[in-house]
């Protein structure tokens, strides 16, 4: 079983984050990354000029799946189940968004935006949608978002992130040797630690190479292994992106499909991780990802293992089996508190990638507050992608 000291190790996560503001602060509108409230979005013209197109709309899906499952989570997150069932007493209503109670941590946020889990999430993207984009070009760009932020939305440094990715980012050598730092890293700990923090932002390595399953099993490992070594880590990173990918290059809504499907990735993530895997830690992984699991067993606020990859992985499959609107699954999940954030940006990006961005609320996308600035960069990887003709990209920049 998952050890005490290692699970404390890494869920001392940092309390501030790079868009600290005052709640009660009112601040011009940059036009350049926030939509004013009667601008039209620039993803309902990108859809209604493609007609619709599925496969784009499952990629937004995944991509906005994972940012608003993030920002709601923050509602919650670091919270008791008892103290969330305290200040929401009401199970018959979903907790508003963005308009949720302030925490002492969540307050530290702007209201509606996401935090560390998509902002990595985001700088995979940028790394895999360039030219040669490998693990060397990803630690690069991780070690500066610590330092600085992103510089269009005003941050001083990229915070939020957990200790292990502090560990492992702040080590000698790590930029030149990003795998075998994160490896070293992780034995010196006795190989027990497993936390989340890979998992959270992994299906974004889907959401660009899901034509090309070597490709997702191959990046998707590397990108892990960056900061995460463990191989329950690796074995969540496989089985979200493995299930995404399948699901963008093929409409599946029916649920004897999904189980189907998920059978075979679950076969196909041990098959990979092979004699690495121990009986345990293989057990272990089916037991969070099958079919009966229900919240309640998750434990997803008890302290001693808040962040463990595998309950944020079985959040993901939660979501992903869900046949409830997108706000009903994402509350029941956020009411069991512990690390919300994480475990709603892995279940928004399973739901969203499964049934699009239109299944995703509309006012609650609105919400977000960087919304523009995202929806820019994610026309402009599809344009990279060869998705959308290049032309609409210059009509709307």
Same mark, same amino acid.
């Given at each position: &079983?998952?050890?005490?000291?290692?699970?404390?190790?890494? +869920?001392?996560?940092?309390?501030?984050?790079?868009?600290?503001?005052?709640?009660?602060?009112?601040?011009?509108?940059?036009?350049?990354?926030?939509?004013?409230?009667?601008?039209?979005?620039?993803?309902?013209?990108?859809?209604?000029?493609?007609?619709?197109?599925?496969?784009?709309?499952?990629?937004?899906?995944?991509?906005?799946?994972?940012?608003?499952?993030?920002?709601?989570?923050?509602?919650?997150?670091? @919270?008791?189940?008892?103290?969330?069932?305290?200040?929401?007493?009401?199970?018959?209503?979903?907790?508003?968004?963005?308009?949720?109670?302030?925490?002492?941590?969540?307050?530290?946020?702007?209201?509606?935006?996401?935090?560390?889990?998509?902002?990595?999430?985001?700088?995979?993207? @940028?790394?895999?949608?360039?030219?040669?984009?490998?693990?060397?070009?990803?630690?690069?760009?991780?070690?500066?978002?610590?330092?600085?932020?992103?510089? @269009?939305?005003?941050?001083?440094?990229?915070?939020?992130?957990?200790?292990? +990715?502090?560990?492992?980012?702040?080590?000698?050598?790590?930029?030149?040797?990003?795998?075998? *730092?994160?490896?070293?890293?992780?034995?010196?700990?006795?190989?027990?630690?497993?936390?989340?923090?890979?998992?959270?932002?992994?299906?974004?390595?889907? %959401?660009?190479?899901?034509?090309?399953?070597?490709?997702?099993?191959?990046?998707?490992?590397?990108?892990?292994?960056?900061?995460?070594?463990?191989?329950?880590?690796?074995?969540?990173?496989?089985?979200?992106?493995?299930?995404?990918?399948?699901?963008?290059?093929?409409?599946?809504?029916?649920?004897?499909?999904?189980?189907?499907?998920? *059978?075979? +990735?679950?076969?196909?993530?041990?098959?990979?991780?092979?004699?690495?895997?121990?009986?345990?830690?293989?057990?272990?992984?089916?037991?969070?990802?099958?079919?009966?699991?229900?919240? @309640?067993?998750?434990?997803?606020?008890?302290?001693?293992?808040?962040?463990?990859?595998?309950?944020?992985?079985?959040?993901?499959?939660?979501?992903?089996?869900? *046949?409830?609107? %997108?706000?009903?699954?994402?509350?029941?999940?956020?009411?069991?508190?512990?690390?919300?954030?994480?475990?709603?940006?892995?279940?928004?990006? &399973?739901?969203?990638?499964?049934?699009?961005?239109?299944?995703?609320?509309?006012?609650?996308?609105?919400?977000?507050?960087?919304?523009?600035? %995202?929806?820019?960069?994610?026309?402009?990887?599809?344009?990279? &992608?060869?998705?959308?003709?290049?032309?609409?990209?210059?009509?709307?920049?």
């Amino acid at each position: &079983m998952y050890r005490l000291k290692s699970i404390l190790l890494f +869920i001392d996560k940092i309390q501030y984050k790079n868009h600290i503001y005052c709640s009660n602060s009112k601040h011009a509108i940059n036009s350049n990354i926030t939509y004013s409230p009667d601008e039209p979005g620039l993803l309902e013209c990108l859809l209604m000029d493609y007609n619709d197109n599925d496969l784009i709309n499952r990629l937004l899906g995944c991509a906005y799946g994972q940012a608003l499952g993030d920002a709601y989570g923050l509602s919650t997150e670091f @919270e008791k189940r008892t103290t969330v069932a305290s200040n929401y007493p009401d199970r018959s209503k979903i907790i508003p968004f963005p308009d949720y109670k302030l925490t002492g941590h969540s307050s530290r946020w702007k209201r509606g935006d996401w935090t560390d889990d998509t902002d990595q999430w985001i700088l995979i993207l @940028e790394t895999l949608i360039g030219r040669n984009g490998d693990e060397r070009i990803f630690v690069k760009k991780l070690k500066r978002w610590i330092e600085y932020g992103f510089s @269009e939305l005003n941050d001083s440094a990229g915070m939020g992130l957990g200790a292990n +990715i502090e560990q492992v980012v702040f080590s000698h050598g790590y930029l030149r040797n990003p795998i075998e *730092t994160s490896r070293m890293i992780w034995e010196r700990g006795n190989r027990q630690a497993a936390p989340n923090g890979a998992v959270m932002r992994c299906s974004a390595v889907a %959401f660009v190479h899901f034509n090309d399953l070597e490709k997702v099993k191959s990046t998707t490992t590397s990108m892990c292994k960056t900061t995460h070594f463990d191989p329950r880590c690796i074995a969540s990173c496989l089985a979200v992106c493995l299930v995404i990918a399948y699901l963008l290059r093929k409409k599946m809504n029916d649920d004897n499909n999904i189980e189907v499907l998920i *059978t075979s +990735i679950q076969n196909e993530t041990i098959q990979i991780l092979g004699d690495s895997f121990s009986q345990e830690q293989c057990e272990s992984f089916l037991w969070h990802t099958d079919r009966a699991r229900t919240l @309640e067993e998750l434990k997803l606020d008890d302290p001693r293992s808040i962040g463990y990859t595998y309950k944020c992985l079985a959040s993901g499959f939660y979501g992903l089996r869900s *046949t409830r609107s %997108f706000q009903e699954t994402l509350n029941d999940l956020i009411r069991y508190g512990g690390d919300a954030d994480t475990n709603g940006a892995v279940c928004g990006t &399973m739901y969203g990638a499964r049934y699009g961005y239109k299944a995703l609320p509309s006012e609650w996308l609105r919400a977000l507050p960087y919304k523009k600035w %995202f929806d820019k960069k994610l026309i402009q990887c599809f344009g990279q &992608m060869n998705l959308i003709d290049r032309k609409f990209i210059h009509t709307k920049f």
